[in-house]
């Protein structure tokens, strides 16, 4: 599991929607924005004598700075700062960038009208009140909003009372909703809510579902059955990346909102929801923001009246943002799978000496290869690893023939880690995202992740981390490729995980039940 630090301190995508000059549309200007221009004006008047706000090339270095800093506070103040801070997470229809590094998403969309609506509100009509969009792990969320790093989050948080003791809520963003379970097609048979006695769910931890299945145990215990085991997931997992792997037979089900797999439908075709396992019923969706803010309550209550789920609105963009996207394989299928066992070994092998984990390491070989040393790319990539015989043969890696398997996933793992140990292994950077990142060099170039690491680190990144971080602006520089190459391979690392553990813990079932290690 990836250790984030608590939260991101101020996104540089927070910067572009702030200083864009926008219009109505609230479409920035083309071409602004650039890290060079910010640096080029970094002395100039952070005033505009047109009443517009400056773009990003505009504003000068200390305005962007000051706007990093943590700060509490209701609309009054940030009427007079002149801009609300809208924490989200990155998630296909929900927020995005398009490989042309627009955004893109539900919650794009409703900033968007959001700020027309204050500005409406403000009277305001040149010199605009902005609100900027700045995307986080779930898990950063609420410290984020709390310690002063956001203002307002909108990410599909299920209003619950453990929740309200900490933070507030909007009136009901969406229909009441339930959380169902969702079966795959390796899910065991189920009859009722009573077999998930005993049985492992995935769920993230900051979740209502984890609350929902904290409650569902209390229920079993009052009546004797074992509880269930719940596991922690990636928090960088949204639901429908969860729903996409119980699809394709990584999990065999997952806890979630009853109306996500609807979403879906005709899309992830394996998927079972089980309407009659219902773990909460009733449930609705809020915006959330800090206690004692009155005047940011009402604003945001008005909006949602007029915009929420069942408004003309609302309802426009649930339909206008369910679309087609590349999905991740189904890496444990029963060919895969067993081409992963029988190659499981010279993973291990070589991910111990070169101290890559090897799972993480075989996840790549499947993205790249789907782990069959046939497979040959048009331009000169061979095997497993799909390396260029010409890097193999470098004297960074030094195994002039790949043509075989072993060597194959040699040279791969071996590069990845020069690629971790070069350009990748400074301080403050843990083991795993060192090898992200290397995976991500892997895909796009060591000089050009190393380049826009250090861009991220000027624009409020943290450099030293993939998610969140650093990925985003590669999403904005290369596109789309090298940060789906990354997140596919996380998504397989995962299922592996998963894979490897549930076969130990059969293994070790069977050797209690006397019956050896066999099927």
Request: hydrophobic share 40%; glycine share 8%; charged share 25%.
């Given at each position: 599991?990836?250790?984030?630090?608590?939260?991101?301190?101020?996104?540089?995508?927070?910067?572009?929607?702030?200083?864009?000059a926008?219009?109505?549309?609230?479409?920035?200007?083309?071409?602004?924005?650039?890290?060079?221009?910010?640096?080029?004006s970094?002395?100039?008047?952070?005033?505009?004598?047109?009443?517009?706000?400056?773009?990003a090339?505009?504003?000068?270095?200390?305005?962007?700075?000051?706007?990093?800093?943590?700060?509490?506070g209701?609309?009054?103040?940030?009427?007079?700062?002149?801009?609300?801070?809208?924490?989200?997470?990155?998630?296909?229809?929900?927020?995005?960038?398009?490989?042309?590094?627009?955004?893109?998403?539900?919650?794009?969309?409703?900033?968007?009208?959001?700020?027309?609506?204050?500005?409406?509100?403000?009277?305001?009509?040149?010199?605009?009140?902005?609100?900027?969009?700045?995307?986080?792990?779930?898990?950063?969320l609420?410290?984020?909003?709390?310690?002063?790093?956001?203002?307002?989050?909108?990410?599909?948080?299920?209003?619950?009372?453990?929740r309200?003791?900490?933070?507030?809520?909007?009136?009901?963003?969406s229909?009441?909703?339930?959380?169902?379970?969702v079966?795959?097609?390796?899910?065991?048979?189920?009859?009722?809510?009573?077999?998930?006695?005993?049985?492992?769910?995935?769920?993230?931890?900051?979740?209502?579902?984890?609350?929902?299945?904290?409650?569902?145990?209390?229920?079993?215990?009052?009546r004797?059955?074992?509880?269930?085991?719940?596991?922690?997931?990636?928090?960088?997992?949204?639901?429908?990346?969860?729903?996409?792997?119980?699809?394709?037979?990584?999990?065999?089900?997952?806890?979630?909102?009853?109306?996500?797999?609807?979403l879906?439908?005709?899309?992830?075709?394996?998927?079972?929801?089980?309407?009659?396992?219902?773990?909460?019923?009733?449930?609705?969706?809020?915006?959330?923001?800090?206690?004692?803010?009155?005047?940011?309550?009402?604003?945001?209550?008005?909006?949602?009246?007029?915009?929420?789920?069942?408004?003309?609105?609302?309802?426009?963009?649930?339909q206008?943002?369910?679309?087609?996207?590349?999905?991740?394989?189904?890496?444990?299928?029963?060919?895969?799978?067993?081409?992963?066992?029988?190659?499981?070994?010279?993973?291990?092998?070589?991910?111990?000496?070169?101290?890559?984990?090897?799972?993480?390491?075989?996840?790549?070989?499947?993205?790249e290869?789907?782990?069959?040393?046939?497979?040959?790319?048009?331009?000169?990539?061979?095997?497993?690893?799909?390396?260029?015989?010409?890097?193999?043969?470098?004297?960074?890696?030094?195994?002039?023939?790949?043509?075989?398997?072993?060597?194959?996933?040699?040279?791969?793992?071996?590069?990845?880690?020069?690629?971790?140990?070069?350009?990748?292994?400074?301080?403050?950077?843990?083991?795993?995202?060192?090898?992200?990142?290397?995976?991500?060099?892997?895909?796009?170039?060591p000089?050009?992740?190393?380049?826009?690491?250090?861009?991220?680190a000027?624009?409020?990144?943290?450099?030293?981390?993939?998610?969140?971080?650093?990925?985003?602006?590669?999403?904005?520089?290369?596109?789309?490729?090298?940060?789906?190459?990354?997140?596919?391979?996380?998504?397989?690392?995962?299922?592996?995980?998963?894979?490897?553990?549930?076969?130990?813990?059969?293994?070790?079932?069977?050797?209690?039940?006397?019956?050896?290690?066999?099927?």
């Amino acid at each position: 599991m990836i250790r984030r630090t608590p939260f991101v301190l101020f996104p540089f995508l927070l910067c572009l929607s702030l200083f864009a000059a926008c219009g109505e549309s609230g479409k920035p200007a083309s071409g602004e924005g650039s890290p060079e221009a910010a640096e080029q004006s970094a002395d100039g008047d952070v005033g505009d004598p047109s009443g517009f706000a400056p773009t990003a090339g505009e504003a000068s270095i200390e305005e962007l700075r000051r706007l990093r800093k943590p700060w509490t506070g209701d609309l009054d103040g940030m009427a007079e700062r002149r801009v609300l801070r809208l924490l989200t997470v990155y998630s296909p229809g929900r927020y995005y960038l398009e490989d042309n590094g627009e955004e893109k998403g539900v919650t794009k969309e409703m900033a968007v009208r959001f700020e027309d609506f204050l500005n409406k509100r403000f009277g305001k009509k040149t010199v605009r009140m902005h609100v900027a969009i700045i995307p986080l792990a779930r898990s950063q969320l609420i410290p984020a909003l709390l310690a002063g790093y956001g203002d307002l989050v909108n990410a599909g948080l299920t209003i619950t009372s453990e929740r309200k003791q900490d933070f507030d809520f909007s009136i009901p963003a969406s229909r009441p909703l339930s959380e169902v379970l969702v079966t795959g097609p390796t899910a065991p048979p189920l009859a009722g809510i009573d077999d998930l006695s005993g049985k492992t769910v995935y769920v993230r931890q900051s979740s209502s579902y984890r609350e929902s299945l904290e409650a569902l145990n209390k229920e079993f215990a009052g009546r004797k059955l074992p509880p269930v085991d719940i596991q922690p997931v990636s928090e960088y997992l949204e639901d429908d990346d969860l729903i996409e792997m119980v699809d394709r037979g990584l999990l065999p089900w997952v806890v979630v909102d009853s109306y996500k797999p609807k979403l879906w439908k005709g899309v992830f075709e394996n998927i079972a929801v089980r309407d009659d396992i219902v773990l909460r019923e009733g449930g609705q969706l809020g915006w959330a923001f800090r206690k004692n803010s009155p005047q940011l309550a009402a604003a945001v209550n008005e909006f949602l009246k007029h915009n929420r789920e069942g408004t003309l609105f609302g309802n426009m963009m649930r339909q206008r943002y369910i679309q087609d996207f590349d999905y991740a394989a189904h890496a444990l299928g029963d060919r895969d799978y067993q081409r992963f066992l029988e190659l499981q070994h010279i993973f291990e092998k070589y991910g111990e000496q070169y101290e890559v984990d090897y799972l993480l390491a075989a996840a790549q070989g499947y993205q790249e290869s789907r782990l069959d040393q046939s497979k040959r790319s048009k331009a000169g990539a061979i095997g497993v690893m799909q390396m260029l015989p010409s890097t193999a043969r470098d004297r960074n890696v030094d195994i002039p023939d790949i043509s075989k398997t072993d060597p194959n996933i040699h040279a791969g793992i071996k590069y990845v880690a020069f690629l971790r140990g070069r350009y990748f292994s400074d301080e403050g950077i843990d083991h795993l995202n060192g090898t992200l990142l290397a995976l991500a060099a892997y895909n796009a170039g060591p000089s050009r992740i190393a380049r826009l690491r250090k861009e991220a680190a000027g624009l409020g990144y943290d450099p030293n981390q993939w998610f969140d971080n650093v990925e985003l602006v590669v999403a904005k520089d290369i596109g789309g490729e090298t940060v789906r190459y990354v997140a596919n391979i996380f998504k397989y690392y995962i299922a592996y995980r998963f894979a490897v553990a549930e076969q130990a813990n059969r293994a070790e079932a069977r050797e209690r039940a006397g019956l050896g290690s066999g099927d």
